[in-house]
């Protein structure tokens, strides 16, 4: 059946994640790590994974759909019900709160932190789903932090139909291998009755941004890049 042929497809996926974690961990890193709003910040880029990509931004689509979720009336009666998914004021170990006094092996124990507010809602990972770390660091701060299991979206979210529920679960999935892509989450029958194919435009080459490749690439010139973009 489908569940079966789910997780037979993630056990492979981990058994290559694995193969490749300590190729993963020793690279050298070319993308920022400190990178996406924090209320939309997903595990991997917590966990500062040095290998990332498109995966981050299906786990922001799912913060951002979980907010229009929350639009719908009888999810919240008034627009002082509606609050982001995972907010959080703090971000250990990129932006740690610096106020916290309380240590648990060593880490911060602040319940604001990102990681602690997103367990809050999809449960404590399997070890299958942590997998994809690979920093030492953060494989001991996720040990750290207290089992609890996740919430039901259709208690939080009553007036959203299953297949919103069922879109939104998948793209809040903790490991990024695992998270539905941008063609699956395109092609996923909540969005069958608004979809239109002509409209959409496939780059046919990977987009590539020239400027990202100047020596001297300051703020001015950054800003002066934005603007003539613009405009």
């Known amino acids: 059946d489908k569940k079966s042929t789910e997780d037979l497809k993630k056990k492979e996926i981990t058994v290559q994640i694995k193969k490749t974690k ?8 070319h993308l920022t790590g400190h990178v996406v709003t924090r209320w939309y910040r997903c595990p991997e880029l917590i966990l500062l994974e040095k290998d990332y990509g498109p ?12 907010e229009l979720l929350s639009m719908i009336k009888e999810n919240a009666a008034t627009y002082t019900d509606r609050h982001p998914l995972f907010p959080g004021n703090s971000c250990f170990p990129l932006s740690p709160d ?16 990102p990681l602690n507010v997103i367990l809050d809602v999809i449960g404590t990972p399997t070890e299958e789903d942590y997998s994809f770390a ?21 208690t939080r ?12 679960n998948r ?12 063609e699956e989450c395109l092609n996923h029958n909540f969005l ?5 194919k002509t409209l959409e435009t496939r780059a046919p080459t990977p987009v ?6 100047e020596a001297d690439l300051t703020e001015k010139r950054l800003r002066d890049l934005f603007l003539e973009e613009i405009n």
Request: proline share 4%.
């Open 22 to 29: 300590e190729l993963r961990r020793s690279m050298k890193r």
């Open 55 to 66: 995966a981050v931004d299906m786990w922001s689509v799912g913060c951002i759909f979980a």
């Open 98 to 113: 610096n106020k916290v006094s309380v240590k648990n092996r060593g880490f911060s124990a602040s319940h604001s932190d």
């Open 134 to 154: 690979t920093d030492t660091k953060a494989i001991e701060y996720q040990k750290t932090l207290l089992p609890r299991k996740n919430i039901n979206f259709k």
């Open 157 to 168: 979210y009553p007036g959203a139909p299953d297949n919103a529920l069922d879109l939104l």
């Open 171 to 182: 793209l809040l999935v903790f490991n990024p291998f695992f998270r539905i892509t941008v």
């Open 192 to 196: 069958v009755a608004v979809r239109d």
């Open 208 to 213: 590539v941004l020239s400027f990202e490749k």
